[in-house]
């Protein structure tokens, strides 16, 4: 069975571009229900931890300074068949490829600087729902 929730996040370029209540509106327009949601900053390790599977990849120092950059909305989205759609929603990795009037396509910049991030599987979901928030912050 799939899952009902998902994880994103609202990357640097895109905050600090002032898009977070468009952004926002688009995802609850398009059916998420926020379970939980917090402004925050990492810290280069902390973005080093959550991207660690990317950890032998050639865009990791990249990666892990631009998310450190600045400050990020994380939320969990609840809707049926949450990750798969939600990835559908913000589109391809490359906003250059991103199709017509998705998040990536609309807000994103770059590969690097793509405004949102979305969840990968159900079990990523949850690894990332749990990185940033607590129990009691989710119910
Ligand atoms: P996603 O699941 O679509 O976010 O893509 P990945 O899990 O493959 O990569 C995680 C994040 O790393 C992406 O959202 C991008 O911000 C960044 N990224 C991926 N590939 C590249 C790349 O080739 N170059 C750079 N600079 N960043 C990348």
């Known amino acids: ?4 929730i998902t994880f994103t996040m609202i990357k640097p370029s895109a905050f ?13 327009a398009a059916g998420y229900k926020i379970k939980a949601m917090k402004k ?5 390790e ?3 931890h959550f991207y660690e599977m990317h950890k032998e990849r050639p865009f ?4 892990t300074n631009f998310m450190s950059s600045g400050p990020i909305v994380a939320a969990i989205l609840e809707k049926e068949n949450a990750v798969e759609s939600f990835r559908k929603f913000i ?33 990523s979901a949850q690894r990332e729902a749990g990185f940033f928030f607590s129990f009691l912050e989710m119910v």
Do not use: F, W
Request: glycine share 12%.
């Open 1 to 4: 069975m799939t899952g009902t």
């Open 16 to 28: 600090s571009a002032g898009y977070t209540g468009n952004i926002l509106a688009k995802i609850e």
């Open 40 to 44: 925050i900053s990492l810290s280069k």
């Open 46 to 48: 902390q973005a080093g």
């Open 60 to 63: 990791y120092e990249e990666l």
């Open 91 to 123: 589109g391809a990795t490359d906003p250059a490829k991103a199709d017509e009037g998705t998040i990536r396509k609309l807000y994103g910049k770059n590969l690097s600087e793509n405004a949102v991030h979305g969840s990968d599987s159900d079990e």
